[in-house]
Nanobody
Framework: QVQLVESGGALVQAGGSLRLSCVAS????????MGWYRQAPGKQRELVAG??????????NYGDSVKGRFTISRDNAKNTVYLQMNSLKPEDTAVYYC?????????????WGQGTQVTVSS
């Protein structure tokens, strides 16, 4: 079982920056694909950014609405994934969730954090 704990959510003005952190328990962090998702009131949860495991080279991908503004990174020594968010907009307001996905030949397991609130005021 993997536990994820997010932090860093806050109230910020439009144009500002925040950095979210997600710390994972256990010893398999390096081998998991990590991602940040968000869910705004009345909307479906959407992918914000993802970063692959060490086995897959740590490649990244981003949702169209955040490309060029957000950056995902990971520190495998600290079992931590980060989301640097710049040029924040009111439409970025949502609960942000950390996701860890472990893929083996037999199955795929998804783990979720409890979420952290990001509110961007105009």
């Amino acid at each position: 079982q993997v536990q994820l704990v997010e932090s860093g959510g806050a109230l910020v003005q439009a144009g500002g920056s925040l950095r979210l952190s997600c710390v994972a328990s256990g010893s398999i962090f390096s081998f998991m694909n990590m991602g940040w998702y968000r869910q705004a009131p009345g909307k479906q949860r959407e992918l914000v950014a993802g970063i692959t495991s060490i086995l897959s080279g740590g490649s990244t991908n981003y949702g169209d609405s955040v490309k060029g503004r957000f950056t995902i990174s990971r520190d495998n020594a600290k079992n931590t994934v980060y989301l640097q968010m710049n040029s924040l907009k009111p439409e970025d307001t949502a609960v942000y969730y950390c996701n860890a996905r472990r893929v083996t030949s037999a199955k795929t397991n998804d783990y979720w954090g409890q979420g952290t609130q990001v509110t961007v005021s105009s």
